[in-house]
DNA sequence: AAAAGGTGCAACCGCCGCTTT
DNA sequence: GAAAGCGGCGGTTGCACCTTT
């Protein structure tokens, strides 16, 4: 019934008493409109619903199975919640690299990152910046949009987070002794994180470089391409480490039919990239000193992977660092 | 033990662009 | 061509839970 009632009072082209009855029940309706938090029953009728018809137009969907709710928020539990892929539970440090990399690139075009990391949400994807980026942020006393914070995350937080991958990549390869014999340390992040569940997956390239028909090209980047190289916050110049990270990643599809918007990372770069960041004469070394601090305060920390990545003696050398560049 | 403050996340809101009528 | 409907997106809010005082 409440369908029926519904599709007339789509219709906008009512007049006189007619449409002020139906203008009346609209507001009725309206008001019997459900919001808040979902029941079970309610997610218990989305989700059989879209099982047995598949997803459809979301008011219609709405009212024939029997929901009072809108569309809207029908399409928006299914595609963050009830949706049978979707992932939840802690973002992992592959999903955390991507994110810093594809915000870098995007900014907060939460769903286009998205749809990189799968069985994440926009949302997901949006509150976790949101909560952990900004709050770090908010620490260093600095606009989640400054350079100085970007230049954080591309110098600090993001080698950070590749060495803590390997460092877990180590770890369970060694503790494994089952697993597949690996010449290369940084399989993980070759991999881009297949070593464990719930991480990035992304194709892996064949020995020829190919990736699914795209061709790897190791020396185009859209930096390099476009935009020559520029100095930091810091006070460096030249080859920055975002465009080593983004070397990992080849934008040039020789298949057109490609997206070229998708990430393709180039493995071979991305394990070359990460040895530098830890090597002792690599990527830390160039220009920054960060000896002291590693030295009282080593990187690998342990503990809960997304939080411990600062502490405060390295927000203390940061805000010393942007208040010398300030 | 209780109050205050902080955090994380699900859900809503408003805008925009595309499609349908 | 105009108006209405609809879906998608990013921003914001409300609240439950956790931690600190």
């Known amino acids: 019934m409440d369908h029926v009632r519904g599709n007339s009072m789509r219709n906008g082209h009512l007049h006189g008493s007619a449409a002020l009855q139906l203008q009346s029940e609209d507001q009725e309706e309206l008001e019997e409109l459900r919001r808040g938090p979902w029941t079970g029953e309610e997610d218990f009728a989305l989700n059989n619903y879209i099982v047995h018809h598949g997803e459809g137009r979301w008011n219609s969907l709405a009212r024939c199975a029997g929901l009072k709710r809108t569309g809207k928020s029908c399409r928006l539990r299914w595609l963050n919640y009830l949706r049978p892929d979707v992932r939840r539970g802690n973002i992992t440090l592959e999903e955390q690299l991507m994110i810093l990399e594809l915000h870098s690139r995007w900014g907060n075009r939460w769903s286009k990152i998205a749809q990189h990391l799968p069985g994440r949400t926009d949302n997901e994807i949006k509150n976790y910046w949101r909560t952990r980026v900004q709050k770090h942020a908010k620490q260093l006393k600095c606009d989640v949009n400054s350079k100085q914070f970007k230049d954080t995350m591309r110098y600090l937080w993001m080698p950070r987070l590749v060495e803590r991958i390997q460092a877990a990549a180590n770890t369970t390869t060694g503790a ?121 305060n080593p990187w690998l920390d342990g503990g809960d992977a997304s939080d411990n990545l600062w502490n405060v003696e390295d927000i203390w050398f940061l805000q010393q660092q942007f208040n010398n560049n300030i």
């Open 176 to 296: 494994s002794s089952s697993s597949t014999t690996t010449t290369n340390n940084n399989s993980a992040i070759n991999n881009m994180g297949i070593a464990s569940a719930g991480q990035v997956v992304l194709p892996q390239a064949n020995a020829n470089g190919n990736l699914g028909g795209v061709q790897i090209n190791p020396s185009f980047t859209p930096e390099n391409s476009s935009t020559g190289a520029s100095s930091d916050s810091f006070g460096r110049s030249q080859l920055s480490p975002v465009s080593e990270l983004t070397d990992c990643y080849n934008y040039s599809a020789v298949n057109q039919n490609q997206n070229l918007d998708y990430l393709q990372p180039n493995y071979q770069q991305l394990g070359s990239f990460t040895e530098s960041l830890i090597s002792p004469s690599g990527y830390f070394n160039q220009g920054l000193d960060f000896q002291p601090m590693e030295q009282t």
